[in-house]
């Protein structure tokens, strides 16, 4: 009796199954029909016979000698509809459910056992059946859907931006000028539950920028009329590290749920300013100048606010003191100046102190009250928008019970994404423009290469590039708002190591991860940042403070906040102390000794401390705090003061990467600036 051949569809990703599951030996794949090699449908040759059963509807049960693993499952699961497959590109068996499109890296669980929840760690294909019913109201529903057709034999697969015609796709970019993304990790780190915040909008980032715009403002106004002073210089910008470090609200910028109001690091920096602000003058009339205007404002001050009577006396009697030897000495020295200076500080500035720490508390606690209020408008309105499209707040992810040891992997965002406001793309030469709701944002050419190559590595949830603009949109106007209203201001919270630096770390002590470094500034794909939502689609780890690696080699390179350093060594000696495994951080601090400052002081007392070495200034650079959107001539800027560099090692981390003299005479070489170079 002839044989009839049915045609069976496979699927297109290599693991070998078809719509109802099927598995299918790559051996018996063939050309449908016998018209010569070409591109055409795959099929199987088949017999077909009214005495021969399907397959399908054979017992379920594997046969003891069977080969095919695909169905070497219990009955139970088999009956379910699991099937064994296998992953080329992990190298491991995976299982997928025919039924339920459910795939998982483990085997499943026995029917009345509880299933774990599918993430992207058990779920491998992403296309897990269970999950939140849509809602027919939902705005993605109503977008129209793209085809895109299976691959032929002999055609090379797409991408998924070449058949969309996404407006984000670029030519290939076949070169890395500041980074290398080429680079493994070493770290290693325990699995840890997906970030809960929502997506970020455009709409909301718009948002949040004019909250905290409207924050600084009113810290300007609160300094200028309370105490007659102007906001210190990135006072505000230090507030928000400082608060960040302690806060566990719900907004990735602003504090609210800080244990205590008054903010350290803000209530310091404006009294270093009262009764008016001190700078290191130029010339002996300057000098001369700012003696005479400090003691005029501290008897102005003692004399228009509630003091004691003692202090009112001791200011008073120091500052007619000071006039006196002014009327006096008509030719004394620069040094003669700020001595003087000097000397009336150290009386009065205890009784201005205590005079003025009412005020000044008052100053904190408004601030951070007039935080927790915008915090509270920002996530209602986020929220609002977030509804409009069907999506609910999640609850808390539970920790996982009995975490694995994993590379380390990128922030992963629970709550899923609408789709985002039309952003337009203009494109340049050397600048790219983006443009969404009226506001333009503009970044290099070469960033915005970058950010593409980091979104294509990490961010699972839109392979077709459909959210990459609008997500570069916010992370740009993200940063722009931390940064500040002023032309520098912000400057220094995103400078950078110099390139062959990084270069002469990876190739000498091992280093593959930056500890504070950000989507813009980053030179390795591993890296811990400021903001969760925003950089995690671009591969951060989260704010490094929240980090808890069990091994690896680090560089840490923190934004010049005293708080903020302070809680960096307490960190790193907390996990060197807790691992067993080759640990190693080589961390760049400012030598400021004058006084020194807490944590360069505990760095060099570290029992973790390995070795130290001081980069002179002006014999080392660092990259522009704005490279992303500065010239290219601009892009490297000579440091003007020390940097302290100190590795802080365990003793396995000490023996893989012994910081020997020879290496650190290597990287005393690459940190030269290439114009000193010989």
Known sequence: MMMEKESVEVSANGDGHGKEGSSVPPEKLVPLGDKGPGPGPLSVDIPNHHDIKRQDSLPLSPQPMSP??????????LQMGWRRFWSKREQRPYFFNKNTNESLWEMPHFPGMPSPQNSFLTDPLGISGEGPTPNHMDARLSRPSTDIPPPQIGEKRRSSMELLGSPAKRPAFAYSPFWNFDIPTNVVMFERVPCCLPPPMPEEEKFRAQLVSKLRQQYQELCHTREGIDAPVESFNRWLLERKMQDQGKDPMLPCQCPREVSLSMYREIMNDIPVKLVKPKYTGDARKQLFKYAESAKRMIETRSASSDSRKIVKWNVEETFTWLRKQGSASYEDYLERLAHLKRQCQPHLTETAKS?????????????????????????????????????????????????????????????????ELIQDKEVHTLKCNGEILKINSSHFCKLEQLYKLNCRDDPRFDHFLGRVWCLLRRYHTLFGLGPNEGFGLQGALSVSVFECL???????????????????????????????????????LNFRPVSGSFEANPPFSEELMEAMVDHFESLLKESKEPLSFCVFVPEWRDPPTEALMRLESSRFKRKSVVLPPYEHEYRHGFQHMCPKEEMNVKSLHGTLVVFLQNDAGFQRWNPTPEKIKELLLAAKPKDTVV
């Not at 951070?368 to 069907?390: A, F, P, T």
């Not at 091992?510 to 903001?531: D, R």
């Open 506 to 544: 990876h190739r000498v002590f091992g280093v593959t991860f930056e500890c504070f470094a950000s989507p813009l500034n980053c030179y390795f794909k591993q890296y811990c940042s400021a903001f969760d939502d925003t950089d995690g689609y671009f591969g951060s780890r989260g704010p490094i």
């Open 359 to 423: 005020s000044v508390e008052g100053i904190c606690c408004k601030m951070y009250n007039m935080s927790c209020d915008s915090v509270r408008k920002i996530h209602e309105y986020h929220w609002q928008l977030l509804k409009e499209h069907g999506i609910k707040e999640p609850a808390k992810f539970p920790d996982p019970i009995n975490p694995r040891k994993v590379l380390c992997y990128p922030i992963q965002m629970c709550v899923p994404c609408p789709r985002l406001t039309t952003v």
């Open 68 to 77: 095919d693993p695909v169905h070497d499952l219990p009955v139970e699961l």
